[in-house]
């Protein structure tokens, strides 16, 4: 399967990036909706990634400080062709937008595995709706497709 990208903004696109966010996060992880969308949308660079029927089955987006974040994909789509494709994408709005360094929180148990990808914890461990979690930094350049499953 060969899917497309589109990079998009909070504005023009927010019926899908709620609906995606809404589906993973909300209904199928129970977290809290109040925790899933704040005020870093509205400047926040977005991705979808769009499947058969041009049907959007992935979301993605980057801050304007870097942090990659609000990774969701629909269940019957997590594969590592999606996952690679909505990096990708990320990765090459960072670079174009000279952003040097990336960020990601992760789930305290993948701290070990992030560190093995080459991104070190930044500041202390907090809490996100219940679930302990930890800043990880990595340079652009050295960046290599984390545990997405724990990224949020």
């Known amino acids: 399967m060969i899917y497309s990208i589109e990079a998009v903004r909070w504005h023009t696109a ?16 129970q977290l809290p909706e109040s925790a899933e ?11 979808l ?13 980057l801050t ?3 942090e990659l974040g ?4 629909l269940r019957g789509y997590r594969n590592m062709t999606v996952y690679k494709t909505l990096f990708s994408a990320l990765l090459k709005l960072a670079s174009v937008n000279n952003i040097q360094q990336v960020k990601v ?12 990808r080459g991104f070190k914890p930044e500041g202390p461990v ?8 930890q800043k990880m930094v990595c340079q652009l ?10 990224i949020h």
């Open 14 to 29: 927010r019926p899908h990036l709620e609906a995606l966010r809404r589906t993973v996060f909300v209904l199928e992880w």
């Open 37 to 47: 969308f704040d005020e870093l949308d509205t400047d926040a660079h977005h991705v």
């Open 49 to 61: 990634v769009i499947g058969e029927n041009k049907k959007p089955i992935a979301t993605g987006r």
């Open 64 to 66: 304007q400080t870097g």
């Open 70 to 73: 609000r990774i969701a994909v």
């Open 105 to 116: 929180q992760s789930a305290l148990e993948s701290v070990e595995y992030h560190q093995t």
């Open 126 to 133: 907090f809490m996100e709706a219940g679930v302990p979690m």
């Open 141 to 150: 350049t050295k960046f290599d497709l984390p545990d997405v499953e724990h």
